[in-house]
């Protein structure tokens, strides 16, 4: 057991010639919120597929609760990716079904109350669904776990203000104070009201990692602001 939920010691990771990660080292607490803040391309998902162990570093090492990635620590995460990554021919109730049989930490009556809640019948596919809502559906698997990590990996692109809001919503009430969730993106006035620490990070390498209101505090600006001024072009 970690004081940790995520522990990155000089985590490093090359494609080819090109270095994706350099030397990245940051720590969550639990009870925190933090956004993994940069522009497309800045090593974001690079970095949250490694916590997953769906890339292996290069150099240094990760701890989720003081474990190595593996199959220990895909208890411990949950994982909501970039993309979709279900069959869009199953129905929201098939993918209710699929998670509860996949994850013992599912909580499938969670999940049917929140899908209950946007009106969403159950029994559509989930290809038919709005992109705004299959977006709301994937959120509600992977927050009606009882992870202790939760890693969100551009949740509220390409949706509208008012689907990013419920997300934002779900986010912030569905998970417990011994959990840490970590929100990769690079839309920081929609999300930054909810973090509790920010992490800059650009061209693989992290370049400020702060309590967001402690950064609001010394620039004397939102976190939007700041973020916009160290990634000007």
Same mark, same amino acid.
């Given at each position: 057991?970690?004081?940790?939920?995520?522990?990155?010691?000089?985590?490093?990771?090359?494609?080819? $010639?090109?270095?994706?990660?350099?030397?990245?080292?940051?720590?969550?607490?639990?009870?925190?919120?933090?956004?993994?803040?940069?522009?497309?391309?800045?090593?974001?998902?690079?970095?949250?597929?490694?916590?997953?162990?769906?890339?292996?570093?290069? @150099?240094?090492?990760? $701890?989720?609760?003081?474990?190595?990635?593996?199959?220990?620590?895909?208890?411990?995460?949950? $994982?909501?990716?970039?993309? @979709? #990554?279900?069959?869009?021919?199953? #129905?929201?109730?098939?993918?209710?079904?699929?998670? #509860?049989?996949?994850?013992?930490?599912?909580?499938?009556?969670?999940?049917?109350?929140?899908?209950?809640?946007?009106?969403?019948?159950?029994?559509?596919?989930?290809?038919?669904? #709005?992109?705004?809502?299959?977006?709301?559906?994937?959120?509600?698997?992977?927050?009606?776990?009882?992870?202790?990590?939760?890693?969100?990996?551009?949740?509220?692109?390409?949706?509208?203000?008012?689907?990013?809001?419920?997300?934002?919503?779900?986010?912030?009430?569905? $998970?417990?104070?011994?959990?840490?969730?970590?929100?990769?993106?690079?839309?920081?006035?929609?999300?930054?009201?909810?973090?509790?620490?920010?992490?800059?990070?650009?061209?693989?390498?992290?370049?400020?990692?702060?309590?967001?209101?402690?950064?609001?505090?010394?620039?004397?600006?939102?976190?939007?602001?700041?973020?916009?001024?160290?990634?000007?072009?």
């Amino acid at each position: 057991m970690s004081e940790y939920i995520l522990d990155c010691g000089g985590v490093t990771k090359r494609f080819g $010639y090109v270095t994706a990660l350099n030397n990245v080292s940051l720590r969550l607490t639990p009870g925190k919120i933090a956004g993994l803040l940069g522009p497309n391309g800045s090593g974001k998902t690079t970095l949250i597929k490694i916590i997953n162990k769906l890339l292996v570093p290069d @150099e240094g090492a990760v $701890y989720i609760n003081g474990l190595r990635p593996g199959t220990e620590t895909k208890k411990l995460i949950s $994982y909501l990716p970039d993309c @979709e #990554s279900v069959n869009g021919n199953m #129905s929201v109730d098939e993918l209710i079904g699929l998670f #509860s049989d996949f994850y013992a930490d599912f909580r499938a009556d969670t999940s049917r109350a929140m899908i209950d809640n946007l009106g969403i019948d159950p029994k559509v596919k989930l290809k038919t669904l #709005s992109k705004g809502n299959r977006e709301k559906v994937r959120l509600i698997m992977a927050m009606s776990r009882r992870a202790k990590l939760y890693l969100l990996d551009e949740p509220i692109g390409g949706v509208d203000p008012a689907a990013r809001d419920y997300i934002i919503n779900s986010i912030i009430t569905n $998970y417990s104070p011994d959990a840490a969730v970590l929100i990769s993106t690079h839309l920081i006035a929609d999300v930054e009201k909810i973090l509790d620490e920010v992490i800059f990070i650009r061209e693989g390498s992290v370049l400020l990692h702060e309590n967001a209101d402690a950064l609001r505090e010394r620039e004397g600006k939102s976190v939007d602001a700041v973020f916009r001024e160290v990634f000007r072009c």
